[in-house]
């Protein structure tokens, strides 16, 4: 059974960095995708970052370009999120996903969430 268990999350101040960090845990050696992402109140899911394990493609949410990096270390079986240049539009459920798929909405296994707070 897969678990995928994220960290890191916190309040910061506009500007601020933080990395997400999730283990994974279980069958993971055939994960197609690995991926970031984010739901706030009021708000539809939506994909941050993915990428695929078995390339180097990535792929990211438009206004994450440039400010977030998706990486893996797979010697801890960890996927991270670099988080710089916060915004207070960055508040949000941050949830790792993982798997055969990684849509733009859905995912094959997922964790239960780390929240990054954003304040002004």
């Known amino acids: 059974q897969v678990q995928l268990v994220e960290s890191g999350g916190a309040s910061v101040q506009t500007g601020g960095s933080l990395r997400l960090s999730c283990v994974a845990s279980?069958?993971?050696?055939?994960?197609?995708?690995m991926a970031w992402y984010r739901e706030a109140p009021g708000k539809e899911r939506e994909r941050v970052a993915v990428?695929?394990?078995?390339?180097?493609?990535?792929s990211y949410l438009d206004n994450a370009k440039g400010r977030f990096t998706i990486s893996q270390d797979t010697s801890k079986s960890t996927l991270y999120l670099q988080m710089n240049n916060l915004k207070p539009e960055d508040t949000a459920m941050y949830y790792c996903?993982?798997?055969?798929?990684?849509?733009?909405?859905?995912?094959?296994?997922w964790g239960h969430g780390t929240q990054v707070t954003v304040s002004s």
């Open positions: 996903a993982a798997g055969g798929l990684c849509g733009y909405v859905t995912a094959t296994y």
């Open positions: 279980g069958y993971t050696a055939d994960f197609a995708c």
């Open positions: 990428m695929y394990p078995g390339s180097s493609d990535t």
